[in-house]
Each structure stands twice: as structure tokens, then as C-alpha cells.
């Protein structure tokens, strides 16, 4: 079973969050929610969610990806953990699953690893990647980005064609009723 680390920071944007949790539990992929820096965590808007673990309980050797939502100031938020960086260095050493929406794009660039991909970020802050694009979702390589809440779901879906193929990712679309 694959394994997916969802980490939530003070002010992530819950939209994003909650889908790509919801489709990647559907899909059958073990997802771990973690709490930056306790276990409830409030979003942008104020919801308050419970994790299963704190971000510093990790063990990022049993990952076969992360996703980092945006939200603002979530992504801030994520950028400035040490563990957090560690645990994407780590992934994008193996070449594992590293996917960011909204804002956290931001992250990967700051640290190096979008340097020679194609990614897409919030609109407006296209200027904080260096090949940025225009399209909802873009993949390239083990890296997956996504513009905001209204492409969450296209974002998850994605998530799920990287880690267990396509036909699984048209199933739990279908199941969504999702076009």
C-alpha cells in the first residue's frame, strides 16, 4: 500500500486539504495527516482539524510521497519547517511523489527542485517559480503542481494516476461523479 504524508501548518487552505485526502483515502492509499506544530490545526478560514500525528513524529523513510497544500499562511507555515524540508529533500532524492498546490509550489522552488521543471502555482504568483505554466494541474517527473481550491480535484486525481495508474484514478473519478 502506498504511503502519503498530508501535512497541515496553521492557516492551510482546507479546501485543498480535505480533497486530496478524501481522494487518496478513496483511492486506497494510506494517508497520514500531520500537524504542524500539534495535532489541531486551524485552516485559513478557521476550521480546525485533527491530525493523526505531529510533523517532528514522521518517519519519512515509510513515504512514498507527500502533498503540501496551500493556504496562506499554511505555506509559510511548512516552508519554515525543518522537518518538513527534510522529508522533501528526502523524496526528491528517491525520485518519490512530490506534489504542492496553491501557494507551496513556492516551497520546491525556494529549495532548488523546480529549477529545470515545468510547474504551475496560484495565479498571480507565477513569478515565484522559474518555468512557470498556466494549466490547472502539471506534472513533471515525480513532481505535481496545481493552481488553487477550484483544482483540487484535478490536483488528487492526478496524485492518484502517479502512485497506482490510471485506470485507479478514472475509478474513483467515476465514483465521484466527477467530470
Given amino acids: 500500500m502506498k504511503r502519503v504524508l498530508v501535512p497541515l501548518a496553521e492557516g ?3 479546501l485543498e486539504a480535505m480533497a486530496a485526502i478524501d481522494v ?7 494517508v497520514i495527516v500531520a500537524g504542524l ?6 485552516g485559513r478560514s478557521g476550521v480546525k482539524v485533527v491530525t493523526d500525528k505531529r510533523v517532528d513524529e514522521i518517519d519519512q523513510k515509510s513515504l512514498d510521497g507527500i502533498v503540501l497544500p496551500g493556504g496562506n499562511p499554511g505555506y509559510i507555515n511548512l516552508g519554515k519547517s525543518k522537518k518538513i524540508i527534510e522529508i522533501i529533500n528526502d523524496l526528491d532524492k528517491s525520485k518519490k511523489m512530490i506534489a504542492a ?7 520546491l522552488a525556494k529549495m532548488g527542485i523546480l529549477d529545470d521543471k515545468r510547474a504551475t502555482i496560484y495565479p498571480g504568483m507565477e513569478r515565484d517559480v522559474p518555468r512557470p505554466r498556466t494549466a490547472n494541474v502539471v506534472t513533471d517527473g515525480h513532481i505535481i503542481t496545481s493552481q488553487g481550491p477550484g ?11 502517479m502512485l497506482l495508474g490510471s485506470s485507479q484514478a ?7 461523479v466527477y467530470r
Fill in 12 to 14: 492551510f487552505e482546507e
Fill in 24 to 30: 487518496l483515502k478513496r483511492a486506497g492509499i494510506d
Fill in 37 to 42: 506544530p500539534g495535532t489541531i490545526v486551524k
Fill in 101 to 107: 498546490i496553491c501557494a507551496s509550489p513556492s516551497i
Fill in 151 to 161: 483544482t483540487s480535484i484535478d490536483f488528487a486525481l492526478e496524485i492518484v494516476k
Fill in 170 to 176: 478514472e475509478k474513483v473519478r467515476s465514483e465521484l
